[in-house]
């Protein structure tokens, strides 16, 4: 049976060697020891700013995980320098190895961190929050999550789309909600006279200022837009919600207009 003394010289036996330095196994059980110690301050520090920030009325909930998602990642940096510190491991040595990692981040992770900074960006600037409605890369839904990689829209037909987060710092972003004016909606008509269009305008209006989702400012207009063999028309109108209440609205006034056109003995042409 090994002595006390043996199994002293089997654990301070160098195993590995790591920046110049030769570690054992007693190295390698203390640093173990240490970075379990550092996991568990990070994971609970990073808890108590998160719970501390979720309590303000002026920081998001997610803007709260991720403030604290990198109070956990300063906590490890500062955790790992320590941690080799404490075993004379030089990282200078170790610069060949961290330049070859960030080439291999800079190529291979590129796009995740240029998504999770945009993030960031958005929560800081806040141009947007979720609930606003938002048309990005031709997509328009209610924002639902801002992720690290990724925020969420809920669109008008029912499908959930993942927008990574460079779209809404490199592209052209519209918050319908911020706005506050709507969204134009446009509904064409055409007649044979000039007589039947003016009896045709003056009807579209009636109809339009009567719908209960047309917002009255704006309020509807009707423009002329062709002469010819027929009198073209574009009744415009503004509705508050841009994901369901544009084809609804339409579908309504186009009705309504045929129906209303038909009993006053006005033809519609195409």
């Given at each position: 049976?090994?002595?006390?003394?043996?199994?002293?010289?089997?654990?301070?036996?160098?195993?590995?060697?790591?920046?110049?330095?030769?570690?054992?196994l007693a190295n390698l059980l203390i640093a173990?020891?240490?970075?379990?110690?550092?996991?568990?301050?990070?994971?609970?520090?990073?808890?108590?700013?998160?719970?501390?920030?979720?309590?303000?009325?002026?920081?998001?909930?997610?803007?709260?995980?991720?403030?604290?998602?990198?109070?956990?990642?300063?906590?490890?940096?500062?955790?790992?320098?320590?941690?080799?510190?404490?075993?004379?491991?030089?990282?200078?040595?170790?610069?060949?190895?961290?330049?070859?990692?960030?080439?291999?981040?800079?190529?291979?992770?590129?796009?995740?961190?240029?998504?999770?900074?945009?993030?960031?960006?958005?929560?800081?600037?806040?141009?947007?929050?979720?609930?606003?409605?938002?048309?990005?890369?031709?997509?328009?839904?209610?924002?639902?999550?801002?992720?690290?990689?990724?925020?969420?829209?809920?669109?008008?037909?029912?499908?959930?789309?993942?927008?990574?987060?460079?779209?809404?710092?490199?592209?052209?972003?519209?918050?319908?909600?911020?706005?506050?004016?709507?969204?134009?909606?446009?509904?064409?008509?055409?007649?044979?006279?000039?007589?039947?269009?003016?009896?045709?305008?003056?009807?579209?209006?009636?109809?339009?200022?009567?719908?209960?989702?047309?917002?009255?400012?704006?309020?509807?207009?009707?423009?002329?837009?062709?002469?010819?063999?027929?009198?073209?028309?574009?009744?415009?109108?503004?509705?508050?919600?841009?994901?369901?209440?544009?084809?609804?609205?339409?579908?309504?006034?186009?009705?309504?207009?045929?129906?209303?056109?038909?009993?006053?003995?006005?033809?519609?042409?195409?």
């Amino acid at each position: 049976m090994p002595t006390l003394g043996q199994w002293s010289q089997l654990f301070h036996k160098p195993l590995i060697t790591i920046g110049g330095v030769q570690l054992s196994l007693a190295n390698l059980l203390i640093a173990s020891l240490l970075l379990v110690v550092v996991g568990f301050v990070a994971r609970k520090i990073s808890g108590l700013v998160e719970k501390r920030l979720s309590r303000r009325t002026d920081t998001t909930e997610l803007g709260a995980k991720l403030i604290a998602r990198w109070v956990a990642v300063g906590i490890w940096v500062v955790g790992l320098v320590a941690v080799a510190d404490l075993l004379n491991v030089r990282l200078t040595s170790l610069s060949f190895f961290a330049g070859a990692l960030g080439i291999g981040i800079g190529f291979g992770l590129q796009t995740i961190v240029n998504n999770f900074i945009s993030g960031l960006l958005i929560l800081t600037e806040r141009t947007m929050k979720t609930g606003d409605i938002i048309s990005v890369g031709g997509e328009t839904g209610r924002l639902i999550h801002i992720g690290a990689r990724a925020s969420v829209l809920q669109t008008g037909k029912g499908s959930v789309i993942a927008v990574p987060n460079t779209q809404f710092i490199n592209g052209p972003v519209v918050n319908w909600t911020v706005s506050g004016q709507g969204v134009a909606v446009t509904i064409p008509f055409s007649v044979s006279t000039y007589e039947e269009g003016e009896r045709a305008e003056e009807c579209a209006l009636q109809l339009a200022r009567s719908h209960p989702l047309v917002l009255s400012d704006p309020g509807p207009k009707v423009y002329l837009t062709r002469i010819g063999d027929i009198l073209a028309y574009e009744l415009v109108v503004w509705v508050e919600d841009p994901i369901e209440k544009p084809r609804l609205v339409q579908n309504d006034i186009n009705r309504a207009l045929i129906q209303s056109l038909r009993e006053k003995g006005i033809l519609v042409r195409g």
